[in-house]
């Protein structure tokens, strides 16, 4: 009995200076936890942990036993993928038990907002600083098990402007000594492109290479039309790019120049294929796809002009039930092929178009119905083949993509050169068309 009495004494000995020790060592760890000292050994630790050659900490305010928050961090001139980052709002929970794996372990990082900024880089040597003796008991790295932001902002460089996603829900977490990174919700903002809500996305970046699990995207306003996207690129020695894009359903219009926007619409699907030893353009090649479906030219100032100079209504608008063709590039060469453009009852093109450094070929057989060739003369000496309810012709095409030319034009004015009365009346109906406009007659 008495040894038990003592036992009980020896434990409530041991948890008064269990208590007393927390007591006196407490507000201590809270002292250096808000020191600049340790402020300073957690900014070198996290830059070096981000491939950063510095970092900057705002005031660091212990709130718990084991957690702490700061108002922001911020690093820039990244050796890696990571070139600047600006965090709000930072509060982080440390594991004690990753000193025993020799690594700062923070079991949640919470970012409120924040900024990163992003770009592709060739891989290079990061300076490694000597260390003290007793680096050996310390430890060597910082590991974070789970790191969320909401919202955040995630940028780079394209074609010199700054675009990327924003307000999108980011979260990391480790693979070994990588990183999985996955996002939701968001808009991707890019030149070139439209806005388009980010659904999802997934990747992991090692040292030799970026697994892009899913990437997928949706027209803004529009949860019908959807990309996805998979694939990898090297980030180490090999720097070769293999990507497959498929989309579905995008509306047309969001993709062309703003001047042809409201005249041509229509919804997209197909898939691209990308290959390359490296990112750039020029060591790429591909394949693609695409379908138009209910495309539609409407109010098209040339449309509009052709239909007067041809006396045909229907040419105003267009209703296109094929739209189809492929492409295939080798840079710097690129083939469209398997073009099919087609209004029933109006016309039909079929053929294939090869540019090599802006020179541009190819062939076209246009098929053009018959009552839309009324104010030709001798229709058939410039569409001499007739089949499918279409007289059709060849169209050769030859010129740069910056300045097209076709072979079709000389061969109608030609007709009517030797047709003077056709051509004086086609030139009378542009008139009376020019005198309603002027006048504003019926």
């Given at each position: ?120 880089y060739a891989p290079t040597p990061e300076p490694s600083p000597a260390k003290p003796w007793f680096q050996v008991f310390l430890p060597r790295r910082v590991y974070l098990k789970l ?296």
């Amino acid at each position: 009995m008495r040894r038990k009495g003592w036992a009980v004494a020896a434990v409530a000995i041991l948890l008064i200076a269990g208590a007393i020790g927390i007591a006196w060592l407490n507000p201590q760890l809270t002292h250096y936890i808000e020191s600049d000292r340790f402020r300073a050994e957690l900014e070198k630790e996290t830059a070096k942990g981000l491939h950063f050659p510095s970092g900057q900490y705002a005031s660091i305010h212990r709130t718990g036993f084991l957690s702490a928050t700061s108002d922001g961090f911020r690093a820039q001139d990244g050796r890696k993928a990571m070139r600047s980052m600006d965090a709000h709002g930072i509060t982080a929970k440390f594991n004690p038990l990753g000193i025993f794996f020799r690594r700062w372990q923070l079991d949640d990082v919470h970012i409120q907002s924040g900024e990163v900024e992003i770009e592709t880089y060739a891989p290079t040597p990061e300076p490694s600083p000597a260390k003290p003796w007793f680096q050996v008991f310390l430890p060597r790295r910082v590991y974070l098990k789970l790191v969320e932001s909401d919202p955040a902002e995630v940028t780079w460089r394209f074609r010199g402007e700054k675009g990327g996603f924003s307000g999108t829900r980011l979260e990391i977490t480790p693979q070994g000594r990588d990183f999985n990174y996955q996002a939701s919700g968001g808009t991707l903002k890019m030149a070139l492109i439209p806005n388009l809500q980010l659904r999802d996305t997934h990747l992991l970046i090692t040292k030799k290479l970026l697994t892009l699990y899913n990437l997928d995207l949706q027209s803004v306003g529009d949860a019908a039309g959807i990309i996805h996207a998979e694939g990898t690129a090297g980030t180490g020695e090999d720097r070769s790019v293999d990507f497959n894009f498929n989309f579905e359903r995008i509306p047309v219009e969001e993709w062309l120049p703003r001047q042809w926007r409201k005249h041509v619409r229509g919804t997209a699907s197909g898939k691209i294929l990308w290959r390359g030893k490296n990112p750039k353009l020029e060591s790429s090649t591909g394949e693609a796809k695409l379908r138009v479906d209910g495309g539609r030219i409407i109010e098209l100032p040339f449309l509009e002009n052709v239909a007067k100079i041809t006396n045909e209504k229907a040419l105003e608008r267009l209703t296109l039930n094929d739209c189809s063709f492929a492409l295939a590039w080798n840079y710097p060469k690129a083939e469209i092929k398997n073009i099919a453009i087609e209004e029933r009852g109006k016309f039909r093109a079929v053929g294939r178009i090869q540019v090599e450094k802006k020179e541009l070929s190819g062939t076209i057989e246009l098929g053009v119905a018959r009552y839309l060739l009324d104010w030709l003369p001798k229709p058939e000496e410039v569409f001499p083949h007739q089949h499918d309810g279409f007289l059709w012709t060849t169209v050769h095409l030859s010129g740069t993509t910056d300045a097209p030319q076709q072979d079709l034009s000389p061969r109608i004015m030609e007709v009517f050169k030797e047709n003077p009365g056709a051509a004086l009346g086609l030139l009378l109906r542009q008139f009376g068309e020019w005198l309603k406009n002027a006048f504003g007659g019926e």
